[in-house]
């Protein structure tokens, strides 16, 4: 189980995977929310730089998995272990009671992903998701080599949207989502522009490598889309679903870029 957790925590500072921000809306505002991580390209560029390619012919019948880990069934299964944690593990798992981790891997096929999500009776629920992923960080007993790890990776500190918080609302008349970003000292916003400096060649190959990767937003709605203030974005047939997204490279420098206004259609 530790193994799991702290691939999906690196999942969350790994740049070099797609990520999809999913939110299904019911009728009466309550619905689902995952974030899902695909990190099989990320995977194959390591599996390659470490040179397991060519021992890869060499395996047969890879790991397969697709499961749903309910972090509640954890709790009452391991109950006695859960009230003997630390204060801090313990009110850790207590904010994410009602989270559940998905997981579906195929190793043959080259497909690793994992998602992170919660069923909600009210958008309220979602104010602090940003926190609820940092609690399930904080769970795994290596977190504090994650943690390094980010902090000596070149993305720093202002990796894995802990200068940002989003907010999301959802009424009868449509749908936003609002990103606020902390202030940054000065130090950190120098380093950010140091960076996304693309004269440093070092910088150059750096963005280069992320090109490919996108963070996706998907929207789920009751009710018809009738307008949008966003670019890109793809419909469903019957226009309930949007679809949009931006490169990571250009989301680390502007987080706002996701922020979206839907108007539904009056019915």
Known sequence: MKKVILLVILAC???????TE????????????????????????????????????????GEIMDTTIVFADIMETYKDS??????DKRLAMEAVRDMYMKMHINEDEGIMNFGMGMDFESIDELKDMNERFKKIQSLNAQGDQVGAMKDNSPLGEFMGNE???VAYTFTDGGFSRTTTIKLLDEETDEAI???FDETDESNQQFIEYFEGSFYNVKLTFPKVVKSIDIEGVEFS??????????SWVEYLKNPRLLDVNVKFVDE
């Open 237 to 246: 047939d019957d226009r309930k679903t949007v679809t949009y997204k931006t």
């Open 163 to 165: 200068n940002s918080n």
């Open 22 to 61: 999913s939110i299904v809306f019911n009728q009466d505002g309550s619905g689902q929310f995952l974030a899902t991580y695909e990190m099989g390209d990320a995977i194959k560029a390591m599996s390659k730089a470490m040179g397991d390619e060519e021992n890869k012919e060499k395996k047969e019948g």
């Open 193 to 195: 522009d140091e960076l």
């Open 82 to 87: 859960v009230a003997a944690l630390p204060e």
């Open 13 to 19: 500072f790994i740049a070099s995977c797609n990520v």
